[in-house]
């Protein structure tokens, strides 16, 4: 950060322009929890085949695109890949399936692409004879290219897709050798296989999900087998060209644990982990690694009424982490529920839903997100696995973003900069603290409420006030507190971090 000089006359006149800094605020530990959000509304796709949605994302218009596994009767499996792309509001705008050489075809994941088409992976194939699977579509579902990627006689599968600068991918996969192994693949952008490269010891080692991180590299997420022949969450980072630069494995002795998905912030990485105990009840795990893989922090998650599996962990806005997971009861014959958990920057429980749609049948979560507007998207499938009567669904739960601290400046006074995510006009409880300097002279506080108008901005500011040296600031936004460090010349206030 650079500093402006101060230009100090005789008669303590102060240029002040050009002094305020920006800063990232910390968020304190005891965040207060936020009222649940409502569903707003559920599509599902009965198409009159079942079908089990894995992986939705919101595209550039607004809508969504889903990809998953439906079953029929026209190939010898009777499994085939679809896509669904359906409006904003979740209404179907079309729907394609895929079944290439007749065999089985499973959709895992599927991403837009720079050219608004689809990236999908997943794996083909039949009995234990499966390979990763990989299908570029343009924006209607055309095929462009299709591949698939390993032997006959080892079991591979697609996992995750990156498109890379070049207007490539790169594919995480299962690769089958040596029993089991993490699987990159870097592909042209018609699908011409470039470079491979495999990760992974004697013992079953398994990948789940990966990110580009921000000098290009990549670090892939799964599990490890250990010395003691439990798995273990698993980090692998590599640079740009595959080449690995550490591991790291993370877990509990003699207990199973396996890494379900990563995201990165600013100066760290969050896993999403799915932890069980010596009678297989699932928790869930929600670890932070610094950029070179030494955990800071984490947090475990358990059900009262049963064990839980995480399925998905995205980033939310204000820094916090959205979790979609199942929740298996034994008074329900272990058919799962939805289990949602929305956390702080920092892990703690916001808040969590549960949903039975089906009237304890199947309802599995198996993917969701944070859209553009703040509102949270998951998709899965419900109904009942029995009678093969279960289909895909979307679900749409309304905004918990709100009114959010933006920003604080700091010039004559303190001014807390307000931005309102939601829908509608909201009120915001602002309470802005400073105290500090030399003998701890400075003690000065207000308190707001202030009105921020659907989509737009507010400030509320405290007045100057006298004092010199450090001083620490608080800033309180309906129960949430950021702390920042200043220092104060007379009247005027400069924001250090």
Partial sequence: MTKTPLILGTTLLFIAVSITAAAQPTL????????????LWLQIYNQGLPAKAMYTEQTSDGGF???GTS????????????????????ILSWRNTYTPDGTNTHGYVV???????????????????????????????????????????????????????DGGYIVLALSGAQGGDVWLIKLAADG?????????????????????????????????TTSDGSPDVWAVKTNASGIEQWNKAYGAQGLPEEGISVKASTDSYAILANSYDYNWTGSLWLLSISLNGTLQWDQHYSSANGSLVGTSLSTTYGGGYFITANNNEASYNYFPDIYLLKTSPLGQTTWTKYYDFSQGNTDVSNHGLQAADGSY????????DSNFTYYPYLLKIGSDRSIELSSVSARLGVTAHLKNYGADDGT??????????????????????VTVPAGGEASVSCKPFLGLGPIHIAVNVNGATYRYEGKQLFFLSLLLS
């Fill in 28 to 39: 304190i530990a005891n965040h207060q929890p936020m009222p649940e959000p409502p569903m």
């Fill in 65 to 67: 695109i889903m990809t």
């Fill in 71 to 90: 079953m029929t009767g026209t190939c010898p499996s009777g499994d085939i890949l679809f896509l669904m792309k359906t409006d904003a509001a979740g």
């Fill in 111 to 165: 991403h837009q692409t720079n050219d608004g088409g689809y990236i999908v992976v997943g794996n083909k194939g039949y009995t234990y004879h499966y390979d990763a699977f990989v299908l570029k579509v343009d924006s209607n579902g055309n095929v462009t290219w299709q591949d698939s990627f390993g032997t006959y006689e080892k079991f591979e599968e697609g996992k995750d897709v990156i498109q890379t600068a």
């Fill in 192 to 224: 011409t296989e470039q470079w491979n490269t495999t990760y992974g010891g004697s013992d079953f080692d398994t990948p789940s999900s990966f990110i580009q991180t921000a000098d290009g590299g990549y670090l892939l997420i799964g599990e490890t």
């Fill in 377 to 384: 998207y998951v998709t899965g499938y419900t109904g009942n």
């Fill in 428 to 449: 915001a409880d602002v309470s802005i603290t400073v105290n500090g300097g030399l003998l701890n002279h400075v003690n000065t506080s207000l308190t707001q409420r």
